[in-house]
């Protein structure tokens, strides 16, 4: 291998790095944002509140069934550890 090829797949693995990352991310504030969404009570929200929470759900729903699950499953591992109770 070349080094400037070598240089480039090197490249290349710190961009899906840093890609896989930002995607973890995003599917913990999607499991968040479905686990949130699921537990509200629309009937006491204002209206634009309802079509916030409605737009969001419907984003969601449009999800993978598999992209959801990761998400839910990283949201879920995320409130599992902030959960932590820390004594001094």
Known sequence: ?????AKKVSMLGHELDILMGERQT????????????????TRLLPPG????????ATAINALPDETLRDALAAASAQIAEDDRVVSD
């Open 1 to 5: 291998m070349t080094r400037q090829r």
């Open 49 to 56: 509140a309802v079509e916030s929470a409605d737009l969001v």
């Open 26 to 41: 995003l599917l913990k504030v999607v499991g968040a944002t479905a686990a949130l969404i699921a537990s509200l009570d």
